[in-house]
């Protein structure tokens, strides 16, 4: 099955933590290899687009104590899609990567420990790992697994595929009725 998401090459002029220096081709290299990562699971992300999202700086009475908190903020909602997944490159942010809620949020300056028969470079494993997150996946400590916390692995085991098929089910569904829910809307203001 095919999930859409829609990438985010975050941007500031004020911010470098929020100015990744990502461009179009790297994000096809990474999502080919989230891809290559995601065939055992039988998922595979299209990129439905790829937007600049510029990082509006918090007011300075705002008062966000917690780091994702903080990145979702700066974030304008208004750039995130209704049906896609939303992945956000920045440039730093503590962890590589996060997911609470989304969307998912990725550094362009991410490393990891590597690991044997790991992934080659840290963007795609990072970016795979927290799409889990989204998936339903939750940590397990294994050097070669996805899953772990800060390796290059990348392998997913039987219940872990079920997990995330099982989620991406439920999203395609949703998006299906969101569809739907359009083509009704459509219809009531009479348009086509
Ligand atoms: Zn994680």
């Known amino acids: 099955m095919t999930l ?12 470098p ?10 994000v096809r290299r990474i999502f ?9 699971a039988g998922i595979q992300f ?4 790829i937007v600049t999202t510029t990082a509006k700086p918090l007011p300075p009475e705002a008062r966000v104590k917690l780091e994702h908190d903080r990145v ?4 304008p909602k208004t750039s995130l899609s209704a049906s896609a997944l939303d992945v956000c490159y920045v440039k730093n942010v503590k962890p590589n990567g996060f997911y609470y809620g989304e969307p998912v949020v990725v550094k362009d300056t991410a490393s990891l420990k590597e690991v044997p028969d790991g992934l080659d470079e840290p963007l795609p494993r990072v970016t795979s790992h927290e ?23 990348f392998s997913l085991n039987e219940a872990e595929i079920t997990i995330a098929r099982a989620h991406a089910q439920e999203r395609l569904a949703k998006n299906g009725k969101r569809v739907l ?8 203001r009479g348009g086509p």
């Open 131 to 153: 799409i889990g997150h989204a998936l339903g996946l939750k940590h397990r400590q294994d050097t070669v697994n996805l899953m772990a916390s800060g390796t290059t692995g």
């Open 72 to 75: 979702h903020a700066m974030i």
């Open 4 to 15: 859409p998401v829609r990438v985010h090459l975050v941007q500031s002029d004020t911010m």
């Open 32 to 40: 080919s290899k989230v891809n290559m990562v995601w065939s055992q």
């Open 181 to 188: 829910q359009d083509d009704e809307a459509a219809k009531h």
């Open 46 to 49: 299209e990129i439905e687009k």
């Open 17 to 26: 933590d929020m100015h990744t220096t990502l461009v179009e081709a790297d």
